[in-house]
């Protein structure tokens, strides 16, 4: 569209005024949110001939609420989803989402383009194309994050870190001569599948030829749940961890000296700053990246929009000007942030408006760089995205229909169990075999048998067995 009027839809004719509402999570509220809102609508009424209501909610809360909200059967356009808050697969087999196939084909062609298919293909349920991926890092490279001033000051040896367990001596130092400092930090536990050579996508063993899938509680994961119950008894855990909400609780307040984090993206140092009260991190990979796909973070259209089309031309804008993505991410030049040159922004964080999650809104790639950023921040985003181990099960999706029941009771048992085992609170040797015998009761080898059952025949159909 040029500046001086509005788009034209395909059809060539002058678009009509419209409203979009979006909901997306938010790490905490921002007092310059309307500032900021009506300077995007500068943008889009100039484009798109819409005005754009942003509807942040906090991380949180983000799952209740949108229940809530879809729920009650309210109109509105945009909604942010993932593959581990507010469920893409679950929510669009409850019908949530509108399909983009047509959309994508049409006003959405230049997004389209944008990413190749294996992105793509983790926005299809049942062969249509059911949200757009916010293109970021799409592996997972499970990591340890420690504070650079206690690595520097005991002058530890981070290359020592192989697996899990070779951080005790770090954190044996810590609580031994840090007061006051939490030497671990977590919430609801930190076990990763990824770190013991299990796929992330089906669980069966990266090297097991006869696919065979595993069960809820595998050897690997009672030595976790024994590991972190040594830790909890010996003070390294904070002892909260089992009821903490969000994964930042746990580091937020700069007090804690070493925490997980299952993506270990190039570049997330500055975030975690910013996120622990401003102390620099040094990060230590714990396994080779595995290519986790884009279901992590994705933006979908409602099936209740009145205005599909324009909400798919917002989306094609978001993920492809500059301008509009660094508005939504970083605020108001001069305000929020200040130009260093034109790649890298020095961000005020107290200056009411901080999103500090770039991958909520779209292709990360369009954006600044905040001081500290590595330079090649991007290029190293691609690399390991390029490099991750691809999942043969990458094209598999399991139909949970027939062991919904099962599925729902076992989700119960977990939310009882999960956290308290996963941190340690709990100790193993008298509530894992409770726990165990609590999920079989619930019906996890039926899960488990419809699991293997399906992948055999997705295996036969691909000629891989």
């Not at 678009?15 to 905490?28: I, S």
Request: without cysteine; proline residues 5%.
């Amino acid at each position: 569209a040029s500046a001086s009027g509005p788009a034209s839809a395909s059809s060539g004719t002058e678009l009509k005024p419209v409203e979009l509402t979006w909901y997306y999570p938010q790490n905490a509220e921002n007092p310059d949110l309307k500032l900021v809102n009506d300077e995007v609508n500068k943008i889009t009424q100039v484009k798109i001939n819409a005005t754009i209501k942003l509807k942040p909610i906090d991380f949180g809360n983000y799952e209740q609420k949108m229940n809530t909200i879809v729920a009650s059967g309210e109109a509105f356009d945009l909604i942010w989803t993932s593959n581990w808050l507010f469920k893409f697969d679950t929510n669009q087999k409850k019908g949530v989402f509108a399909p983009l196939d047509d959309l994508l084909n049409t006003v959405g062609k230049d997004l389209y383009a944008t990413m190749q298919e294996k992105f793509w293909n983790d926005a299809k349920q049942e062969g249509s194309i059911y949200a757009v991926p916010n293109f970021q890092i799409s592996a997972s490279r499970p990591s340890f994050v420690l504070q650079k001033r206690f690595v520097d000051k005991y002058n530890f040896d981070t290359h020592s870190i192989k697996k899990i367990e070779d951080l005790e001596p770090f954190l044996k130092t810590i609580k031994e001569n840090e007061p006051g400092i939490t030497p671990f930090g977590t919430t609801r536990g930190f076990y990763s599948g990824l770190l013991y050579g299990i796929d992330s996508k089906v669980p069966v063993y990266y090297d097991d030829k006869t696919y065979t899938v595993l069960p809820d509680i595998t050897d690997e994961l009672r030595e976790y749940y024994k590991l972190v119950r040594s830790w909890y008894t010996k003070g390294y855990i904070n002892e909260d961890a089992a009821t903490l909400k969000s994964a930042a609780d746990a580091y937020n307040k700069g007090t804690t000296a070493a925490w997980f984090d299952v993506t270990g993206k190039p570049g997330s140092e500055v975030e975690f700053k910013a996120a622990d009260g401003g102390y620099d991190v040094v990060l230590v990979p714990l396994a080779q990246p595995v290519f986790t796909g884009a279901a992590s973070t994705m933006n979908a259209i409602s099936r209740t929009s009145k205005n599909p089309e324009r909400a798919m031309m917002f989306l094609q804008l978001v993920n492809t000007d500059k301008e509009l993505y660094n508005l939504l991410v970083y605020g108001i030049e001069g305000k929020h942030y200040t130009k260093l040159d034109d790649t890298y922004i020095k961000i005020d964080q107290d200056a009411g408006y901080f999103t500090n999650s770039d991958w909520v809104f779209g292709n990360v790639t369009n954006g600044y760089l905040p001081e500290g950023a590595p330079a090649d921040k991007f290029e190293q985003t691609l690399k390991v995205n390029d490099e991750a181990r691809v999942s043969p099960f990458s094209g598999f999706s399991f139909n949970s229909e027939p062991v919904k029941t099962e599925i729902a009771n076992m989700q119960a048992v977990r939310d009882e169990y999960q956290a308290s085992l996963g941190t340690g609170t709990l100790d193993p040797e008298k509530y894992l075999p409770i726990y165990e015998e609590k999920l079989k009761k619930a019906g996890s080898d039926v899960v488990v048998a419809e699991t293997q059952k399906q992948l055999d025949e997705w295996l036969k159909q691909k000629g891989m067995k």
